[in-house]
């Protein structure tokens, strides 16, 4: 785990416990071995510390949270480091995150490689540094600026962080060599600074600036207990001495380990990894090279997709059927670099460069070189297999051909060529530029070769790729349907828009379903609909009435001039009574707890039919699509995590009430569900069993 070697008095120390050195209790015991071997050496007057791979440290090993400490524990390692009588310098050598960079805090330099990262993430995992890293990183670099980057949890690279004061020397030539030669010099000097003494970067006006900044901070605060525990850990830098500080922080870590959004946290964390392993699908299997894409259809989503395309550096070809439709796709786009560069995020040179890699051309015969085709048009099948047809004859053999269909049959289109193992669904979400999901649909024909393409092309656009299987709405849109018509039941049933909407901003999303129907536009719903001969006798009379959502000016809100949100609306509060009577309902009041249940047991149970017929791999699976897709607060760890939480007999009884009480069978608790309730299981014991 940790490899030694003495070189012209340097002990250098090598972490090597892939794949990405965490410190786990094993290479903590090989630092603590290595810091005792070079004291007690007479002929080595200076350690290195850096490890193999290209990870420096990720930090804590997080798959040990929850369990027994093994010694030496993390502050034990930091002491032993920081207290060694003979200097240590971290030689970074790649990211070193949390308590990886915790461990290059408490050495007495840093030198970089060119290409490391360094940061403190905690923040995301529902955590905050546990290590010192609260009070030392403030010590080198100042308390806002320390802060900032403990709240967001973001890395800065090396040069930014030798430009703060993290890291002393970026290393230009070999790190070894200049981290060794740093390490003697100090040596010889007899150097060796500790942060902890450091006073200089904590001043008056240090302390308004984080002030100013806790103020920005307020919300996050009360949603999420850890920020609050890292500001009052980061404050103490000002009031309390080191040790005190370090003692706060590591009551604060150890209590929000046991906190149940930390452990949700972290649960997000490995299913987000875990979707990369796919059923059928082994390490070896091979990606074919996508040089160019081409999109087709140059509408919101199409245009959304090239940008996806251009921002990973991959050329594109932007096809409609005419010039104008064209045109219109490409202005759109330019609009959208041109916000970016407005708020500072884009250069007006990469917007240029970004823009050449898109180009526009009319007509489906454009496809000919591309080695990716993604289809965006509107939902009609018949549209969509005329198009996979040509498609089909114009494009080289082996060029995958990919639809952005939300919710029609992939098999079906893919039966509309002679290479449906080469036919793929890559379900984007809008803004496609934005939106980190992407539904990756296997078809029951679709080869693995072109699944292990997808994959690694969803990463490389910057997206969280979640392999499903073939059905309407596939795993995201399928669950939401039952959520829209849980809504609209509780209209009818006595609710109001903005009452079901504070229940469910309440429960931790960022919009509820109402505020987000107004802003998609409740048309499409609406065709829907009458496609498939469904009603929604308040969405569709608000429809009839014209009231399409914010587009419209009106929905189930009015949005006056320059509002920035709805504002609510007697008319639908009255329309939606007299659709009550109409339906001969007699309306009465739900509290927000009853709201989240009527509206989420039932998407919960939905999941469980997606597992039972395999449509996803895994519970993981599912949550990942709900939190990267539609917003389900990471805290809560999605819908099949939190069902768990719930209790599945809970959810399993509240529904059997649900469907006695509408006589809509649907909400029966399905065949998984009613056995996992009644074995007292949770869907996380099913593991990959089913
Ligand atoms: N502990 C345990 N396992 C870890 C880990 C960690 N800190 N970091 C990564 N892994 C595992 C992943 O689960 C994955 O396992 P798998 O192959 O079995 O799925 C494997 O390492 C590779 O990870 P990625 O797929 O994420 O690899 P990338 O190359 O894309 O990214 C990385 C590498 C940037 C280091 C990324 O893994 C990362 O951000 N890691 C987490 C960093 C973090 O949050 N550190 C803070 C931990 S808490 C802490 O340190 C507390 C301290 O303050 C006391």
């Keep these: 785990m940790v490899r030694t070697a003495v070189n012209e008095g340097v002990l250098v120390a090598t972490i090597d416990n892939p794949p990405v050195n965490a410190l786990s209790a094993d290479v903590r015991r090989g630092l603590v071995e290595a810091l005792r071997n070079a004291a007690a050496d007479p002929q080595v007057s200076a350690l290195v510390i850096t490890s193999s791979g290209k990870t420096f440290i990720a930090g804590a090993d997080i798959s040990e949270f929850g369990k027994p400490p093994q010694s030496p524990t993390f502050p034990e390692l930091i002491q032993a480091l920081e207290e060694s009588p003979k200097p240590v310098v971290a030689a970074i050598n790649g990211a070193a995150l949390g308590g990886g960079l915790e461990v290059a805090l408490a050495c007495h330099a840093r030198v970089a490689a060119p290409g490391a990262k360094l940061g403190l993430p905690e923040v995301k995992l529902g955590l905050i540094p546990g290590a010192g890293g609260t009070q030392r990183l403030p010590r080198l670099i100042g308390a806002a600026t320390a802060f900032r980057m403990m709240r967001d949890g973001e890395p800065v690279g090396a040069a930014a962080a030798r430009d703060l004061g993290i890291v002393d020397i970026v290393a230009d030539s070999d790190l070894l060599v200049t981290a060794s030669m740093h390490a003697r010099e100090m040596a010889r000097n007899g150097s060796r600074p500790a942060a902890r003494d450091r006073r200089d970067r904590i001043t008056e006006e240090d302390r308004a600036a984080f002030e100013a900044l806790v103020k920005e901070t307020a919300r996050q605060m009360k949603e999420m207990p850890n920020v609050a525990a890292l500001v009052e850990t980061v404050r103490a830098v000002f009031d309390r001495a080191f040790d005190d500080g370090v003692a706060l922080e590591r009551e604060h870590f150890l209590r929000l380990i046991e906190d149940d959004r930390s452990k949700a946290l972290r649960y997000v964390f490995f299913a987000e990894r875990e ?21 087709v259809g140059a509408g919101t989503m199409g245009g959304g997709i090239a940008i996806c395309f251009a921002n990973a550096g991959i050329p594109v070809t932007l096809i409609e059927t005419s010039e104008e439709a064209l045109a219109r796709g490409i202005a759109r786009i330019e609009q959208t670099y041109d916000a970016s560069v407005r708020r500072g995020t884009l250069s007006p040179e990469e917007k240029q460069r970004r823009l050449g890699l898109i180009a526009g051309r009319a007509g489906l015969e454009a496809a000919a070189d591309a080695d990716i ?67 990756v649909v296997r078809a029951e024909r679709t080869s693995s070769e072109v699944v292990a393409t997808a994959l690694s092309l969803g990463r490389a656009l910057g997206k969280i790729p979640v ?27 006595g609710a109001l828009p903005h009452e079901v909407d504070a229940a469910v901003t309440d429960f931790g999303f960022r919009m509820g379903p109402f505020a987000m129907a107004d802003l998609a536009g409740l048309d499409i719903g609406w065709r829907t609909r009458k496609s498939l001969g469904q009603k929604a006798p308040v969405a569709d009379a608000l429809c009839e009435a014209n009231r399409l959502g914010q587009k419209a000016g009106k929905g189930y809100y009015v949005y006056p001039e320059g509002a920035r949100s709805g504002e609510r609306d007697p008319e639908v509060e009255r329309l939606i009574e007299k659709v009550s009577s109409e339906l001969g309902i007699k309306r009465r009041s739900f509290t927000p707890d009853e709201i989240v249940e009527r509206l989420l047991y039932p998407m919960v149970n939905e999941g469980a039919r997606i597992l039972d017929e ?73 593991g990959g069993e089913r």
């Excluded at 193992?421 to 934005?434: C, K, Q, R, T, Y």
């Design 275 to 295: 979707t990369s392993r796919v059923p059928g699908l082994s390490k070896d299997t091979q990606a074919r090279p996508l040089r160019r894409a081409a999109v």
């Design 614 to 686: 395999g449509i996803a791999a895994r519970t993981g699976d599912i949550d990942v699509i709900w939190l990267n897709g539609y917003g389900w607060p990471a805290w809560r760890g999605g819908p099949m995590y939190w069902a768990d939480q719930v209790g599945l007999a809970k959810i399993a009884d509240r529904l059997e009430a649900f469907a006695a009480e509408t006589g809509d069978d649907s909400l029966r608790p399905a065949p998984l569900l009613r056995r996992l309730a009644d074995e007292g299981r949770t869907f996380a014991s099913l």
């Design 373 to 439: 085709v993604v289809e965006a048009v509107f939902e009609d099948m018949a549209v969509k297999t005329s198009i996979f047809g040509d498609l089909d004859r114009i494009t080289a053999p082996g060029a995958i051909l990919a639809t952005n269909t939300s919710y029609l049959d992939v098999n079906e289109i893919a039966a509309a060529t002679r290479r449906p193992e080469d036919v793929i669904g890559l379900h984007f979400f809008s803004p496609a530029n934005v939106m980190r999901l992407l539904e």
């Design 467 to 493: 392999v499903v299987g073939v059905c309407f709405g596939f795993v995201g849109n399928r669950m939401l349907s039952k959520r829209t018509v849980a809504a609209e039941r509780l209209l009818t049933a």
